[in-house]
């Protein structure tokens, strides 16, 4: 089932894979706040295998599995913010406090079985890759995040880990809606590796992938300082910078520690963490020692 759309917006059965892009933000907006939003194979499983026992459950067993799926984190928040009234002002900024406040029944009501993002993709073998690669790469920036602000005492740490696992999600949606284009753009980018990825996406798509995430996360009232911490174009914050840097260095070491452009990431990053570029190298190396294969 899809997060909800505004009263207006009438959910309906997700619609064919897109071949051609687009016109405007607008547009991809309306399409993914209408369309189903798939959740990962293995997720889907560990909650039907909770469902069967579901009187003997409480959020500690379901929280891990819902937080382990970013696609399954963004449906669960938006499925929580229809829960509160426009003027409550508390929000629930953590997925186990959600479940506290949901109930673990009124849960499982509303989450029938799922559609998965592999069934979906299922004739799309290529996208498919692209996909699992992406959440590795969502897993390594969240890894990271949390890693730089442990190292800043940041106040901060599980929204800014959660923040940057989910910087991806919009385009784990358009994967899932529009898988041709999207190896269209990463075609570009294998041809000309310096071809920055905002410029590809508006080039193949109209749009750019991180404006598409913060109207969706707005959209979808996910908790506001989650909001705040994913606008990568308002890096004024440590915060923000933080997730920024994280998401960047993910995908800039993902194959290698020799992309050309790692030098002005640690840069950007020894400024962040007050530390010297060779120091602040040598911690990223051993970050990376210690996340988890």
């Not at 499982?108 to 993002?117: E, L, N």
């Not at 109209?206 to 174009?233: A, C, F, H, M, V």
């Not at 990053?269 to 190396?285: D, E, G, Q």
Request: net charge negative; glycine share 2%.
């Amino acid at each position: 089932m899809a997060p909800s759309a505004p009263p207006d917006t009438p959910s309906v059965v997700t619609p064919a894979f897109l071949n051609w892009p687009l016109r405007d933000l607008r547009a991809w907006v309306r399409l993914l706040v209408r369309a189903e939003v798939p959740i990962l194979a293995s997720t889907a499983q560990a909650i039907e295998d909770l469902r069967a026992r579901e009187d003997d459950i409480g959020p500690a067993d379901l929280s891990p599995v819902l937080r382990a799926d970013p696609l399954m984190t963004v449906k669960f928040f938006a499925h929580v913010a229809t829960l509160r009234r426009n003027d409550d002002a508390t929000e629930t900024e953590s997925i186990t406090s959600a479940l506290v406040m949901t109930g673990i029944t009124p849960f499982f009501k509303h989450f029938g079985p799922q559609a998965t993002v592999e069934d979906r993709l299922r004739e799309y073998p290529a996208a498919l890759e692209a996909v699992q690669e992406l959440l590795h790469r969502s897993a390594r920036a969240a890894h990271f995040a949390m890693a730089f602000a442990v190292h800043r005492s940041d106040t901060d740490v599980d929204v800014i880990h959660e923040a940057a696992f989910l910087h991806d999600f919009a385009e784990l949606l358009v994967w899932c809606h529009a898988p041709t284009l999207m190896l269209k753009i990463r075609q570009a980018q294998a041809q000309d590796p310096a071809l920055r990825s905002s410029v590809a996406q508006r080039s193949v798509l109209n749009i750019e992938l991180d404006d598409l995430r913060q109207t969706l996360l707005r959209l979808w009232r996910l908790p506001k300082l989650l909001i705040r911490i994913s606008d990568g174009k308002h890096a004024d914050h440590p915060s923000v910078q933080n997730v920024v840097l994280a998401s960047r260095l993910a995908r800039h070491t993902m194959k290698s520690w020799d992309n050309p452009a790692l030098s002005s990431d640690v840069e950007a990053l020894s400024k962040l963490l007050n530390a010297s570029p060779r120091v602040t190298l040598a911690f990223l190396h051993k970050v990376d020692g210690s996340s988890e294969p």
